[in-house]
């Protein structure tokens, strides 16, 4: 609740302040008889003035819907009690002399110009003041101007006053609706923020667990394949197993972190755990080749200058060209180059050979096509620091990724990557 919410519930309702004010207007006209010492003698009360007096002010109560109605409602009855002598007009011969109803016709002027639209509160100060100025001269036999002069200022003086109560009225409406849309904009963006960061979980979720439980069923494969022929060899991959375990459990483990926000050990700040970058490629490569995979890895044109992100970015591409060149086509040839451009950029190509002849794979199934979820989310990570990716299969065979990510001081990442 906002603090404009909490200080108009401790205000008193409209309708009641509308109440008030035509009580008090109707009770003035009634019990205050507009009497100048020089003037004309007034009528005896009777129940026309009771009438009169009613209708110059009850109606203020519906104003609010009926705002231009209840003014001249309310207008007429005051010039009819006035015009039939019931009260003295607002200026006598010795003076001005404004009194209830004329204040009530002005609040009635006040409360249209606040309420109103623009046209309304024009038309009322075009026609209706001057018409009641007219009005309030022709009370009394011939033309008295300072009559007309007195109800106009009065008249005017209270439109004016209505017209900027409105205006500041507007002007605190615009300001809660802009805070009110701005609030919904910083609901809508912290939303948007945390739908970001689960798809940026997610994917790292996808490549930890698909590329290292990936190696674990190579492996694992392969020592029950070599378990009677060679027990040495089947331990090894055994405890590669373990190992391979092992990390995706530490990169899990430190990727989950995150996520945790009840944990103030000692009041010191949880260091984050540090995200893969390009200098642990080489130990990558290393993994996928214990598994049987044939990697011929290259690097071209000295060290990348990536930020942070752009080296994750790489990173896990190249963890799931090689993963899904595992898991589709198993033990084969596969060549990844790493390319650094005369433009600063860094191309990235993954390229196997394809399913090797009379090789049964751990997994038989189709190849991919390129419109698995890790490529989607490949695809992803490239367009988010503003690089381009083409995947697809090579005419003679095989799969190829290729990937081009911008340096820092190449191009602007803040654009979302072109796509093929």
Known sequence: MTWLDSIARHRMPRAVVDVVVAVVVTAGVLAVPERLPDGPPLRDPDVWRVLLALLSGLPLAV??????????????????????????????????????????VAAAVLLTAVRSSRRVATVVVTAVIPALAVM??????????????????????AWALGRLSGARKALARDAVEKAAALEREQG??????????????????????AHNVSLMVVQTIAADRVQDRDGAKAHELHHMVEQTGRAA?????????????????????RRQTPQPSLRQIPRLVESVRAAGLDVDFTTEGGPAQLSAVSELVVYRVVQEA?????KHAGRTRTRLSLVREPDGDLTVRV???????????????????????????????????????????RPDGGFCVHASVPSDNGCDTTEGGRRP
């Not at 809508?188 to 667990?209: P, S």
């Not at 991919?368 to 992803?380: A, F, V």
Request: hydrophobic share 40%.
């Open 188 to 209: 809508a963006n912290a939303r948007e923020a945390v739908a970001r960061e689960r798809a940026r979980i997610a994917r790292e979720l996808h490549d930890v667990v």
């Open 322 to 326: 090689l993963t899904n060149t595992l």
């Open 63 to 104: 104003h609010r819907k009926w705002p231009l109605h209840t003014l001249l409602t309310v207008a007429a009855a005051v010039g009819v009690l006035q015009a039939c002598g019931y009260i003295a007009p607002l200026v006598g011969p010795s003076g001005t002399s404004v009194g209830v109803p004329g204040l009530g």
């Open 249 to 269: 459990v530490g990169e899990l483990r430190g990727l989950l972190q995150v996520l945790r926000t009840d944990d103030p050990e000692d009041g010191a700040e």
């Open 136 to 157: 309030e001269a022709l009370i009394e036999p011939g033309f008295r101007t300072v009559n007309a002069v007195t109800a106009t200022i009065l008249l005017v003086a």
């Open 351 to 393: 390229c196997d050979e394809g399913r090797r002849t009379g090789h049964v794979e751990p997994r038989a199934g189709a190849v991919s096509d390129g419109t698995g979820h890790g490529l989607i989310g490949m695809r992803e990570r490239i367009a988010a620091v503003g690089g381009t990716v083409r995947t697809g299969r």
